[in-house]
Structures are given as C-alpha cells and as structure tokens.
C-alpha cells in the first residue's frame, strides 16, 4: 500500500547500488546479506538492571548458526541457573533467534545484545583468522582446570587489602613485608586438586601438591589467612 502523496509521484531511477560493504570474517571479507552469512567466533559482557550481577559470554557461529556456547557469570546466585539454561537454549539457534530469546538473566540477555552486534559488524575475535575456530575453542578460556578466569579482592580503608581469588586459584595465605605491606600470595588450583581427589588421592595429600606462590612469598615477614586475619 502506498499513500495518496507517493503514489502521484514520478520516478526518478536509483544510480548504482553497490551492496552493504564488506566485513571481515574468518579470513574473508564477506558482504552480509542474510543470516546465514554470518560466521565467527567473538566474546562480550553484559549487565543487568541493578547491576548487581555481570556475564561474560562467547559464542562461536558458523554460517549463522551458534556452534558453541560459553557462559560465565558472576556477582548474582540467580544468574548461575540462567547460564545453565542458555547453555542448553543458544547452540542451534541463529544468532537473529538468539537476540530474540528471552535467556532469563537480563546480563545474559545484554551479553547476547553485545555480541550480536560485534558480529554484525565484523568485529568477530576470530575476523582475520582463515577458516574461523574449531568448535570447543571457547574452553581455551578457561585453561586446563576447565575454571573461570575469575578475581576476588576485597579491602578496607581500616583493614587495608585482602585477595581471596586470583586467576591462578583460591588464596589461601597472604604474605607481608616488616611493613605490613603485601609481597606474595599463596594459592590453590582447584582444578587440579579436585582432578587429584576424584582420582583417590587424601585430600590433604591433594591439596598440599595443588598449593603454589606467587612473588615474594618466601621472605615475608609475616603471613595471614585472607578471610579469617
């Protein structure tokens, strides 16, 4: 249907119409027209209303369609769920289902908007990368203990620093200076101790070979257990 006004106007011809430009993808430079022109493997992170809680989100798309789903969320005890949920919902949908679908947690949801639109415009991790990424790149994210990449620290103007969590694993010691200054930390990767525990190793045994430092730890001063000191 067209209004009274346009239907009683002349036609003046359209010059040259060369396309949408093109955007790198996989090592192509590819001009998007439909979905299913959409390839790449790409990250992002979203929030939510009250910003109380955040995800990081990577998705792996081949010709339009998510191969590969990873989801990783902190701040909010609900979210956990919400990405035991989107795990299952992403992979086979198009990235265009996708922004679409309601993944419950609203920092999900913006993660999804986020990548949606690095994707369509060619800003994909994996744009100048020939033939894209295997399905099952997105665990490299997380290393060989299959964890989140995650950091918990927490201070006070009284009390000063305190490190809980480090990309390494959980704090175990904290290691000070004759300044009280901090110089070191100990640490325990879990996934190498719970690796050891399922194989029947004694806890104990398997927590003590999981342990390791960082910095200065062997000349301090004095050391203190983060969470308790």
């Not at 081949?62 to 701040?75: D, M, N, P, Y």
């Not at 997105?138 to 006070?156: A, C, N, P, W, Y």
């Amino acid at each position: 249907m067209y209004s009274h006004e346009v239907e009683h106007m002349c036609v003046v011809k359209k010059g040259p119409n060369h396309g949408p430009a093109p955007i790198p993808q996989e090592g192509k430079w590819v001009k998007a027209k439909e979905v299913v022109d959409i390839s790449g493997l790409t990250h992002g992170v979203g929030w939510c209303a009250p910003q109380q809680g955040t995800c990081k989100l990577t998705l792996n798309i081949k010709e339009g369609i998510i191969q590969e789903a990873l989801i990783e969320t902190v701040g909010c005890s609900g979210m956990t769920h919400s990405a035991a949920m989107a795990a299952e919902i992403l992979p086979g949908k198009t990235i265009l289902e996708a922004l679409n679908t309601d993944l419950v947690c609203d920092a999900i949801n913006v993660a999804m908007r986020e990548l949606f639109l690095q994707i369509a415009y060619g800003r994909s991790q994996s744009a100048f990368s020939e033939g894209g990424l295997p399905i099952g790149a997105g665990l490299e994210d997380l290393g060989k203990g299959l964890r989140s990449q995650v950091g918990t620290m927490f201070g006070t103007l009284a009390k000063g620093p305190r490190y809980l969590e480090m990309a390494e694993g959980y704090c175990t010691r904290m290691a000070l200076d004759e300044n009280g200054e901090t110089i070191g930390y100990e640490f325990v990767h879990l996934g190498k101790f719970m690796d050891a525990v399922k194989k029947g190793t004694d806890a104990n045994q398997a927590l003590e070979a999981a342990k390791s430092t960082y910095g200065r730890f062997n000349e301090a001063a004095k050391y203190i257990d983060p969470r308790h000191e």
